[in-house]
């Protein structure tokens, strides 16, 4: 069953020029107790993503579509009906916790804030209980409990922002690169940390990150984001086994790994969203690129149930015009002829 269910979302940013379409006509869906590794180049729209689906979105921002939670869309609530979603049910888990803690407050100060907003009934030593008990599966002592964000490690503070999550015990959780910054080891504890999730909390988990070692390690599908748009889906496995994508296959190329013998990178950058190239939005830096690419947008091709791709690679051949406006042959014109 799904937990959540995302169609066709689209989140504008206002800009003095024209919008910046930050997601694009993105559907996602995550079942209960599954891990979605959702990953991208910089700039791509994940985090956009992750805040679009949760209604925190700075203002002047814009969204619409569907995003499907308990049978209620939450594009269109209002702040008070997020708000109260927020934790009991949908958490998060921001990038750089030394600037999301308030260095001037105790952690406990933290955790009583986060039950009192939520969950008031809550006797001071229920709450006390409960925040030691989660801080206590993600390895921070109770000794510590009282002490300041400042005299923690940067690996602890990330624990203490992930407890800060789950003593709401959400139903999904979006983690937003929760492992930037810190070194291997740490980033070890923090994996072993989100692959208890599921089985210790029943949690549903979103893993934005641009490691594609830890969605190798920790997830169950994997969503490949490129300018705005969701270009390839499917389980981790067989993905990166086969992936299907241009895009997909230059990451994966890209990744280092014991049997590196020579770097590789991705060509260009990604695209200016206020002004998104025609066509596949990847056709600009891609090997693969066809003349079809560069004028008409791919439609998805699923190859099962829970696999699918949007590339002009996989067709379908009906979607082009047969009076002449793009040849059937679909001729080759490579990054150097867009360039």
């Known amino acids: 069953m799904s937990v959540l269910q995302v169609r066709r979302l689209r989140v504008y940013y206002g800009t003095p020029a024209q919008p910046v379409r930050a997601v694009e006509d993105v559907s996602l869906e995550i079942g209960e107790r599954e891990v ?182 920790s997830c169950d599908r994997i969503a490949v984001m490129y300018a705005g748009k969701i270009v390839e889906e499917g389980p981790v496995r067989d993905v990166f086994a086969n992936p299907a994508h241009p895009y997909t296959r230059e990451l994966l190329r890209s990744t280092i790994s014991l049997e590196t013998t020579e770097l590789h990178s991705i060509p260009g950058a990604p695209p200016n969203l206020i002004d998104p190239p025609p066509g596949c939005r990847f056709h600009p830096r891609c090997p693969d690129a066809m003349r079809v690419c560069a004028q008409l947008e791919p439609v998805e091709k699923r190859f099962d149930q829970v696999r699918r791709v949007q590339c002009w690679l996989h067709g379908p051949e009906s979607r082009i015009p047969a009076g002449g406006e793009l040849p059937l042959e679909r001729e080759a014109i490579g990054v150097a002829d867009e360039a």
């Open 36 to 217: 979605v590794g959702l990953v991208g180049e910089s700039g791509c729209g994940k985090s956009t993503l992750g805040r679009g689906i949760l209604g925190l979105l700075p203002e002047g921002a814009r969204a619409d579509g569907e995003v499907l939670y308990g049978g209620r869309n939450l594009i269109g609530l209002s702040p008070k009906e997020l708000r109260r979603l927020r934790g009991p049910d949908l958490g998060l888990v921001f990038q750089e916790p030394m600037t999301r803690l308030n260095p001037l407050s105790r952690i406990s100060e933290h955790f009583r804030e986060t039950l009192k907003q939520h969950e008031s009934r809550l006797s001071d030593a229920e709450m006390r209980r409960r925040s030691l008990e989660t801080l206590g599966r993600m390895g921070i002592p109770p000794t510590r409990f009282d002490q300041y964000p400042h005299e923690f490690s940067g690996g602890m503070r990330q624990r203490i922002m992930i407890a800060l999550a789950l003593v709401l015990r959400p139903k999904l959780l979006v983690a937003d690169e929760p492992t930037t910054s810190l070194d291997v080891i740490v980033e070890g504890q923090i994996l072993a940390l989100l692959a208890d999730l599921k089985r210790d909390f029943g949690t549903a988990l979103l893993l934005i990150t641009h490691n594609l070692g830890i969605v190798a390690e």
